[in-house]
């Protein structure tokens, strides 16, 4: 059982920048087959943020579409997530996951399906924005 390594959460104030980083040990190198993005969670929901496959397509929640950067270092097993233009309604807790495998399913979007398939989720980092 891999519990990925967050870094990077903290205070900032409205249009700020952050960096997240997510290690990911045995999970991005020597070629493999990936799906790994960031989830966060506010209150009692949880919203998919961003997602990257192992062979470079990435997805956005249209909340951050064109703000947020996801990207990887496979030969460090690293996860990024670089934040920008930081709002008030950015806060939250937020988590990296991956699963070894083609995030697909039956019926799924690649969101979902990496949703329900990681096997490996992050224990979270705190960011919170104040205006």
Known sequence: QVTP??????SVQSG??????????????????????????????????AVIKNDGTTIYA????????????????TLFLQMTSLQPHDTGVYYCAAVRKR???SGLTTVQALEIMADAWGQGTQVTVSS
């Open 103 to 105: 995030c697909v399913g």
């Open 16 to 49: 700020d920048s952050l960096r997240l980083s997510c290690v990911i040990r045995g999970y991005m190198s020597s070629g493999a087959t990936y799906c790994a993005g960031w989830f966060r969670q506010a209150g009692l929901g949880r919203e998919a943020v």
């Open 62 to 77: 249209d909340s951050v579409k064109g703000r947020f950067t996801i990207s990887r270092d496979n030969a460090e097993d």
């Open 5 to 10: 390594v967050e870094s990077g959460g903290g």
